[in-house]
């Protein structure tokens, strides 16, 4: 059996495809993409394979995408950390799904499912409605703040979030720093506003600062693996990319 992985994850990407060898090691991956790009030019070039493990976001977009831009008649495992919306809509297409983290126990009945209805999929030429599919994630997304109230002395003022640089604690008070180099404080926490910020334009850098990708002026090697990053406006304390954060930091950076 034949099976194509398309995860973003590298990691994610090594520790699925060890597990389904460790299930069956006459399973063969024939590959592991990252992306909307790769998947389509893979499957336009390959033979189809007999399974697809499929992961919802991938590095440049919706996996669902690829079904509408090709036909592909494969039948899907889906692996998703977001149960909330997602596996309601697999189930409507009567689709299998692995919850992220995946363990061994799921991969086996995951595939053991997979092997029951095999035969009765290829009879029928089952076909998932992946626009469904994709307008139910899509419906579903999170939504990420626009701007924050502050508020200095008497005066109240309206701050859009792509004019804020990064955010700074300092003691027990945390200041929006904006291209202009404002400084005002609001009423969160630095794990507050790494939740309620974009994380494809703001990264906890570390326990001072949630830096936006836009400021970033550069970055230098630092000791043990570490990097320091310089911001714009200037950071007012130096800020250095700890060693557990490095590898998020640069996928962030890469994404």
């Known amino acids: 059996m034949d099976v194509l992985i398309i995860e973003d994850e590298e990691i994610a990407a090594e520790k699925l495809a060890m597990l389904i060898e460790r299930y069956d090691p006459g399973i063969r991956i024939v590959g592991a993409l990252d992306s909307v790009k790769n998947a389509l030019r893979w499957l336009s070039v390959n033979p189809r394979p007999d ?142 506003l790494a939740d309620l910020l974009d994380p494809r334009l703001f990264f906890r850098a570390n326990r001072q600062y949630v830096i936006n990708i836009r400021a970033i002026e550069g970055m230098y090697a630092y000791s043990n693996s570490r990097i320091r990053v310089t911001l714009r406006p200037k950071e007012p304390k130096e800020l250095v990319i700890s060693n557990e954060k490095v590898g998020p930091f640069r996928q962030w950076l890469d994404r």
């Open 51 to 192: 399974l697809l493990f499929l992961d919802i976001y991938l590095s440049d977009g919706l996996s669902f995408e690829i079904f509408q831009k090709m036909e592909v008649n494969v039948p899907v495992i889906f692996t998703t950390a977001y149960n909330e919306y997602a596996i309601k809509a697999f189930e409507l297409n009567s689709i299998d799904y692995l919850l992220k983290p995946i363990r061994p126990d799921d991969i086996r009945k995951s595939l053991d499912k997979f092997k029951a209805v095999r035969q009765e999929y290829t009879r029928h030429s089952q076909r998932i409605d992946y626009e469904q599919l994709l307008n139910a994630v899509v419906s579903r997304q999170k939504t990420y703040k626009e701007r924050f109230m502050v508020r200095v002395g008497e005066k109240i003022s309206s701050i859009p979030t792509e004019q804020i640089a990064y955010f700074y604690a300092v003691e027990k008070l945390v200041l929006l720093v904006t291209h202009e180099n404002r400084q005002l404080p609001v009423d969160y926490t630095l794990e507050e």
